[in-house]
């Protein structure tokens, strides 16, 4: 068993990562079986070794989306923590980009996966083209 820490700025993010009541953070435990805990500005994460690798990439990847504004929930944790599996995780950043448009209650509209960016660039490309 190996420890990692991860300093942290803003706890605000961190809160966001965690989720309400800590589902997100259950969510990371439970799929690679690591203990996670925040002390003060830092987070603490104990396992296996590898366990402990992937989480500490998806936390610093869900952190990294949690500072640019996006919305941290359960299915944004699972796709994080696939990305992290596949070895992709430099690819996170792609998903905090390019918002396709705001509704009418301000909100904004963003691709959620890799695809669905791919996919938005692919038709602002052909409408750029014609």
Do not use: W
Request: with cysteine; proline share 1%; net charge negative.
């Amino acid at each position: 068993m190996i420890e990692k820490t991860i300093e942290v700025e803003r706890m605000e993010h961190v809160i966001s990562v965690f989720g309400s009541f800590d589902q997100n953070l259950r969510i990371i435990e439970s799929e690679l079986g690591v203990k996670v805990l925040d002390r003060e500005n830092m987070i603490h994460i104990c396992g296996e070794e590898e366990s402990v690798m992937l989480a500490e990439k998806a936390i610093n990847g869900l952190l990294t989306l949690a500072a640019k504004g996006e919305n941290i929930d359960a299915q944004s944790v699972r796709y994080i923590l696939k990305l992290v599996a596949e070895g992709r995780e430099s690819k996170i950043n792609e998903l905090a980009s390019d918002v396709v448009c705001i509704t009418a209650k301000g909100k904004p509209v963003k691709a959620k996966t890799l695809g669905q960016k791919r996919y938005m660039d692919c038709l602002l490309y052909t409408s750029d083209a014609a």
